[in-house]
């Protein structure tokens, strides 16, 4: 006789299942990387299902953990840190002592990843270069993280998003055309490289599971991403633009500009009570459903005359609530949209529908009360699953006996550096 | 005895070595999407080596080949068209025919990989939704874009870049406080959908790769993304900060915002003849190189003083050059950058060093000459090796015959819809 299950069982159950189905399960990443770029692709990678241990340095660790988004900390480590490294465990170890450098190789060896983003030349004198750790580990991918290559004039600049921002160009695009060089509000390069890196290693995993398919063929990689790399990508439209057409280069539209390359109405403009979004389409529809003749032009000048188009819109949209605006743009099928603050979109029912929300929880330590942290998960999905795990950011240490007792061969725990790794 | 091979033999051999290092040789795509986002996901698998086939109606194929940036045209398709979609296939099909779609279920029974991004629902009343296409072929990745998930109040919301930003908060993030909400001024939510969208199709891979090793098991996989999740993702910084720090909406710096979260420097500033980036720092040693005590605050206030720091800090800056500066900062090792436009970042020699702009080209057709587009490569490096394909965008159903012809059964060229596909 079967029993019910009760509902705990069930959860379990839903969750066993989930769990088993995480793409990555059973690959081991190293993060030597610090900061966004680099751990933003372990993160990554740790929500598909892969254990990523970071490695690293005793007393102060990953310097993310003393970087802070308006000064906010959470049981010793800052927010952002929280934020970026949630999902992975943490190992010390000091790589200029031989000692530990050994266990390093050791853990090197049975890893399928690792992922580092010192700058270059740090590794090579640390003996961690790509060439080192292939001839203790022939498969592994090796993922590395520069500010701009590996060569060049600016190998030395610091890799650091803004200043990524800065020389990619990428300032000329957001704002309006009177503005000097807006830069986007968010570290967009390390996001990028870190996703374009994370791209890179599971393409190398594809290769060599399929070269073992195909005989048995030891094939690891070296997977490199750049900030620069990745920002020259991300405007690759209007790099292309600007190459096609004479070096021309690009406009912002004197007002409402949301795309340097593309005509009216492309913009968002302010109603008489807050502002809305309007896309693309031909402007005699919209014209029509907004009861404004002024825009009403040949679809051939909504470049060529962006501004005034623009102009005539943004005056007539102030007129009326973003409401009534909406209810006549829904009606005609014109792509809209209201726009929304932090606020309103984590109230919406529409976010809500796509729960995003992500509590992660550090368990207490002697007695204290488990600290939580609010976050948002993973944006994939895979067969409808969510992957939500609940472990946050690790404790400075976290693992390393852990990990020493169960990785690693004959390995001494009393050692100098291990005092310095307890919180 | 060997000859010496020549030039052109090594150039060869170099090619062919490159081509066999490329991860994802072997691999078929299936390209069911048209725009920015899928087709995005799709460029980085081809140029990781997989052959992508654009599934394209008749007639006008991908709405994209009629979508322009600036009206600029080449060859009959947007530039636009061909800046995305270089380096795959084209196949038309026209999916409420019978016969065509049985060409297409067949190659579906053949292909690694498939990804779209029609609304909710029309895959469904095609029969080409994952159910139908799993029976097809059960070890089969199915990749979909959608705007803003499958189900909530936003499921028939166009899921087009601009209003996708325009619910996601993002817009109060860039520009300074007194503006409105300042879009991001390129496709930022497409770009990350289609990234992400790539990365969950390689872990699925990844998964099928290892299940096949352990057992035999057939793992197929259902992979969706969407501009909604993604730009929540690519937010998650700031939206941490938001849920653990009261809910307190991000607030711009009055000027030279750069980041709502960080404090002074941070930001760009216009100096004597042009601008220049300061990104993080203690602000001790930032004004004893600038020679500008009015900043010389207590770190603790960078967050909270941040409008007066930048305001003193903008008045200085303005009386030097960017030149000046930068030699006075660069001596001090302080994380600063000259800012440049689409003209001296392509000039610089370290942009020529990272060696990002690629050349395709279209093969001339009766006789005309042959076109090509400047554009830029695939961000990654592997094994020190840049992705370097020249294959422009395909014409319309350009590949359609060859593709019956090889990997139909009993196709019969003679259809309806064949006619159309001609050039």
Redesign the interface.
């Known amino acids: 006789m079967t029993q019910p299950m009760s509902a705990m069982q069930q959860t379990m159950s839903a969750k066993q299942h989930a769990a088993s189905q995480l793409?990555?399960?059973?690959?081991t990443v190293l993060e030597f990387s610090q900061y966004l770029a680099g751990p933003y692709a372990g993160l990554?990678l740790a929500d598909?299902?892969a254990r990523v241990i970071k490695i690293e340095r005793p007393g102060s660790g990953d310097a993310c953990r003393s970087?802070a988004?308006?000064?906010?900390w959470?049981d010793g480590d800052s927010?952002?840190f929280?934020?970026?490294n949630r999902n992975k465990e943490s190992f010390c170890a000091d790589l200029k002592s031989p000692h530990d450098l050994n266990a390093v190789r050791q853990l090197l060896a049975q890893a399928d990843v690792m992922t580092h983003n010192f700058r270059p030349g740090v590794m090579e004198k640390i003996g961690l270069d790509y060439t080192s750790v292939k001839a203790l580990n022939p498969q592994i991918i090796y993922g590395e993280v520069s500010g701009?290559?590996n060569?060049?004039?600016?190998v030395h600049?610091?890799g650091?998003?803004?200043?990524a921002?800065?020389?990619?160009?990428?300032?000329?695009?957001?704002?309006n055309r009177k503005?000097?060089?807006?830069?986007?509000?968010?570290?967009?390069a390390d996001?990028?490289?870190g996703?374009?890196?994370?791209?890179?290693i599971?393409?190398?995993?594809?290769?060599r599971?399929?070269a073992?398919?195909n005989g048995g063929a030891v094939v690891g990689?070296?997977?490199?991403?750049?900030l620069?790399?990745?920002m020259?990508?991300?405007?690759?439209?209007?790099?292309?633009?600007?190459?096609?057409?004479d070096?021309q280069?690009?406009d912002?539209s004197a007002i409402a500009?949301?795309?340097?390359?593309?005509g009216a109405p492309?913009?968002?403009y302010?109603t008489k009570d807050h502002?809305i979004?309007i896309?693309?389409g031909p402007l005699g529809p919209l014209a029509e459903a907004l009861g404004c003749p002024a825009i009403n032009k040949n679809d051939?000048e909504a470049?060529s005359q962006r501004d005034a188009i623009k102009t005539d819109l943004a005056k007539h949209l102030r007129t009326q609530t973003t409401d009534h605006w909406m209810t006549r743009l829904n009606a005609a099928a014109i792509?809209?949209?209201?726009?929304?603050?932090?606020?309103?979109?984590?109230d919406?029912?529409?976010?809500?529908?796509?729960a995003?929300?992500l509590q992660v929880s550090r368990p207490s330590q002697n007695g204290e009360t488990s600290l939580t942290?609010?976050?948002?998960r993973?944006?994939?999905?895979?067969?409808?699953q969510r992957f939500t795990s609940h472990k946050a950011a690790p404790r400075l240490g976290e693992d390393t006996d852990h990990i020493r007792n169960t990785l690693l061969a004959n390995s001494t725990t009393a050692h100098s550096s291990q005092g310095e790794t307890a919180q």
């Open positions: 793409p990555l399960k059973g690959l990554r598909l299902g970087l988004t308006k000064d906010l959470v927010l952002l929280h934020t970026i701009y290559g060569e060049g004039p600016w600049k610091p650091q998003d803004l200043l921002q800065a020389v990619s160009g990428v300032g000329w695009l957001s704002g503005q000097g060089p807006v830069p986007l509000g968010l570290a967009i996001m990028l490289c996703t374009h890196l994370a791209q890179g599971l393409a190398a995993l594809v290769r599971q399929r073992r398919k990689a070296k997977v490199q991403a750049s620069l790399e990745s020259v990508d991300f405007q690759f439209e209007g790099l292309t633009t600007y190459l096609n057409n070096r280069l690009p912002r500009n949301a795309h340097a390359f593309l492309y913009g968002i302010q502002w979004a896309s693309m051939s470049f792509w809209a949209s209201e726009v929304v603050d932090y606020d309103q979109l984590l919406h029912p529409a976010f809500k529908a796509v995003m929300e942290v609010n976050t948002t993973c944006p994939l999905r895979i067969n409808g």
